[in-house]
């Protein structure tokens, strides 16, 4: 698997193009906006993409979603079907932020727990994390020991949880009982910032350590 992390909207989020090197197919994950920079990786990259997966409902990850469904003629899949408020209200989310031109979306497919999600042929597990949004969703590949967090964990932090349909407990409960549980040596590219570890975090992110109230 290839990964090419563009930085979109003025919330720096990771966008993502994931493909499989050797079908040079894939998929667009999370395009919160600036369209035409995906658009340019995509080109550049020669990645056949099949299809675009939102991880949760805000609109720095879900804001260029249904112009790129559009673009592309491909499917939207996920997140889980608990951020459809947030989704709806994408235009909203644009009006407070001051981002004109944001479209609801909806996806073609919602995905639950225990679903899988292909990408260019690779096998994604989902997982369903909420606290930082009701819907967050993270895809994990054992084979590959890689995994996709959202906002629901970063390197050294995890999402806010004060944005409506926040839940702090709820979101350490998730990772705790399933992100961690991945493993240590599981590297996961999140929502914001650098990438990590499921150890360099357990053993360093000072909300996950014994005795932290969450
Ligand atoms: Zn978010
Ligand atoms: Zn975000």
Aim: aromatic share 4%.
């Amino acid at each position: 698997m290839r990964a090419a992390i563009i930085p979109v909207t003025p919330f720096e989020q990771n966008c993502m193009l994931l493909w499989n090197d050797k079908t040079k197919k894939g998929a667009v994950i999370d395009p919160g906006g600036d369209l035409e920079r995906i658009r340019k990786v995509i080109d550049e990259s020669g990645v056949t993409v099949e299809k675009i997966i939102l991880t949760h409902g805000h609109i720095d990850h879900a804001g260029g979603a249904a112009e790129l469904r559009e673009q592309l003629g491909v499917p939207v899949e996920g997140p889980h079907e608990a951020d459809r408020p947030l989704l709806e209200r994408l235009p909203e989310q644009g009006r407070v932020y001051g981002l004109a031109g944001v479209r609801a979306v909806t996806p073609d497919r919602w995905l639950n727990e225990g679903d899988t999600v292909t990408i260019g042929g690779l096998v994604l597990n989902v997982l369903h994390c909420p606290g930082h949004s009701p819907g967050s969703v993270v895809l994990v590949s054992p084979e590959e020991r890689f995994a996709l967090v959202g906002d629901v964990l970063f390197n050294g932090s995890v999402g806010r949880t004060d944005l409506p349909g926040g839940d702090g407990a709820a979101l350490i409960h998730a990772i705790k009982t399933k992100l961690l549980p991945l493993g240590d040596d599981v590297t996961f590219i999140c929502g914001h910032g650098p990438m990590s570890t499921i150890g360099q975090e357990r053993a360093t992110n000072p909300f996950l350590q014994e005795g932290m109230l969450a």
